[in-house]
């Protein structure tokens, strides 16, 4: 059973930083890409970053001079440093990694709002 555990998320101001976290348990190997969509107030889910097991990123256009992904092996973690936020980032941000099947976690609250 593979379970994802989200940290980082909170309020912060137009133009601030957040960071987050996403830790793996459970048997998931060392060949897997991990990444994080995210669902903003009234709207349907979106693709936000992805970082395979091999070093390709992939960005939403809106945030690819802004966001950052990337992942310690050792810890079974992919983080997703955010800078320079704007108040349309504001979203429930979810983690994912995909195996034969693809585990979701339980989503973190980010506000962009001064």
């Known amino acids: 059973q593979v379970q994802l555990v989200e940290s980082g998320g909170g309020l912060v101001q137009p133009g601030g930083s957040l960071r987050l976290s996403c830790a793996a348990s459970g048997s998931i190997g060392n060949r897997y890409s991990m990444g994080w969509y995210r669902q903003p107030p009234g709207e349907q889910r979106e693709f936000v970053a992805s970082l395979s097991s091999g070093g390709t990123t992939d960005y939403l256009g809106s945030v690819k001079d802004r966001f950052t992904i990337s992942r310690d092996n050792a810890k079974n973690t992919v983080y997703l440093q955010m800078n320079s936020l704007r108040p349309e980032d504001t979203a429930v941000y979810y983690c994912?990694?995909?195996?034969?099947?693809?585990?979701w976690g339980q989503g973190t609250q980010d506000t962009v709002s001064s």
């Open positions: 994912y990694v995909l195996l034969s099947s693809v585990y």
